[in-house]
């Protein structure tokens, strides 16, 4: 550690070097202003002594001047002067000191505060260091989630646009969004659906979102059944998912005339709003994906219809958990009241729009916990 001493007196120049090397401090010492500002820049102290009175200049103004030179360097400033009166520590404390001693100084306290101020000079390294590496790994993350973002934003262009027969809205808790929704019409006219909510939210949470659409969209072309892509995701997620986690989704096939044929684990039950106002339901049953191997995965299927005007909402555990400024959810009731008056307007795109801002209005100021997807489809 090194010490700048700023004294125009020599015999305190010595004692104060004397002093501070036998703590295993470098002490450089100089006698006036332009030599004090001169040697701070070439020596780079981590700590300062002077004076009030300094040949050259104000002891007062030396500090303003080392302070800035500083920059983000956290260097003590410590002043020891025959001055003591209130006025004069009051100036020197202003002016940007971090102590005063009187002269002339008691050796044992002399280096009591030396000791304390180098304690706080490698506090203030090392809270640098972590700050440096912190920067660092923050860096990292953000540029790894850009990646992945580019990753799976690439291949959800595969999925289809908003259109006034599908509308997707993904709403994330985190800079990272860890749901899926995916819809795609296949070359018989039938279109398939897989909405997707990975347990936790933000990157870990999208872990296996990469492999599952690569399934689902070969899927598409293959017209590959809905029970046999509900086992390869299940086959694909229990091998590479730690066993605390896994993806509660529905994986749905919906032909031109409105018949459907689904898959559900582990999601809130879809709504289909029917067009007279009643409400019906998608159930999920089963288990989520990657929780069962092979062999005790339940793959079957249930039925239902969209008819003409019909709406089907798929929404993630996020949209039932929403709170509230008093820390309340939204829940099933309010959910599905919502999802009644909304999806009454006859355009699907603005149906959509008036859900989001409504959930909005909602929750306020409160901080949103989980990511948000919400599916609407029409026949």
Same mark, same amino acid.
């Not at 004076?51 to 040949?55: N, Y």
């Not at 492999?211 to 072309?221: E, L």
């Not at 059944?225 to 086992?231: R, T």
């Given at each position: 550690m090194k010490l700048l001493c700023v004294d125009s007196e *020599?015999?305190?120049?010595?004692?104060? @070097? =004397?002093?501070?090397?036998?703590?295993?401090v470098t002490v450089t010492s100089v006698s006036s202003y332009e030599d004090a500002v001169q040697a701070f820049i070439d020596y780079a102290p981590d700590m300062v002594t002077l +004076?009030?009175?300094?040949?050259g200049g104000s002891g007062f103004d030396l500090v303003k001047k080392l302070k800035a030179l500083s920059g983000n360097r956290f260097i003590p400033m410590i002043?020891? @002067?025959?001055?003591?009166?209130?006025?004069?520590?009051?100036?020197?404390?202003? $002016?940007?000191a971090d102590d005063f001693i009187p002269k002339p100084f008691n050796e044992v306290l002399f280096n009591i505060r030396l000791k304390t101020h180098m304690r706080h000079v490698e506090l203030m390294k090392e809270m640098y260091r972590k700050n440096k590496a912190l920067t660092y790994f923050q860096t990292m993350i953000e540029r790894e989630h850009e990646?992945?973002?580019?990753? =799976?934003?690439?291949?959800? %262009?595969? $999925? #289809?646009?908003?259109?006034?027969?599908?509308?997707? %809205?993904r709403l994330s808790a985190a800079s990272f969004n860890g749901d899926l929704a995916l819809v795609k019409t296949r070359s018989d006219g039938a279109r398939l659906i897989f909405v997707g909510d990975f347990t936790g939210h933000g990157l870990p949470a999208s872990i296996g979102a990469l *492999?599952?659409?690569?399934?689902?969209?070969?899927?598409?072309?293959d017209l590959l +059944?809905?029970?046999?892509?509900?086992?390869q995701m299940n086959r694909i997620l229990f091998s590479i998912l730690p066993d605390y986690m896994f993806c509660a989704g529905y994986l749905i096939l919906m032909t031109p005339n409105g018949e459907i044929l689904y898959w559900g684990g582990g999601m809130p039950n879809a709504l289909i709003r029917r067009a007279c106002g009643a409400i019906d339901y998608l159930r999920s049953n089963h288990m989520p994906l990657g929780i069962l191997p092979a062999y005790e995965f339940e793959a079957d299927l249930q039925s239902n219809k969209l008819n003409v005007d019909? %709406?089907?909402?798929?929404? @993630? +555990?996020?949209?039932?958990e929403l709170k509230n400024c008093?820390?309340?959810?939204?829940? +099933?009731?309010?959910?599905?009241?919502?999802? @009644?008056?909304?999806?009454? #307007?006859? $355009?699907?795109? =603005?149906?959509?729009?008036m859900t989001e801002k409504k959930l909005t209005e909602y929750r306020g100021e409160s901080v949103q916990l989980d990511d948000i997807t919400l599916v609407a489809l029409r026949n």
């Open positions: *020599p015999v305190y120049r010595e004692i104060i @070097s =004397l002093c501070a090397e036998k703590e295993n +004076d009030v009175v300094v040949k002043f020891l @002067s025959s001055q003591t009166s209130d006025t004069v520590m009051d100036r020197c404390f202003k $002016s940007g990646m992945a973002h580019h990753v =799976l934003d690439h291949i959800q %262009t595969r $999925s #289809e646009n908003n259109s006034e027969h599908v509308v997707i %809205t *492999p599952v659409m690569h399934a689902f969209f070969d899927a598409v072309d +059944d809905v029970n046999e892509l509900a086992g019909d %709406t089907l909402v798929i929404v @993630s +555990d996020g949209v039932l008093r820390d309340e959810m939204l829940g +099933d009731d309010q959910v599905e009241k919502l999802i @009644s008056s909304s999806y009454a #307007e006859k $355009s699907l795109i =603005l149906a959509q729009k």
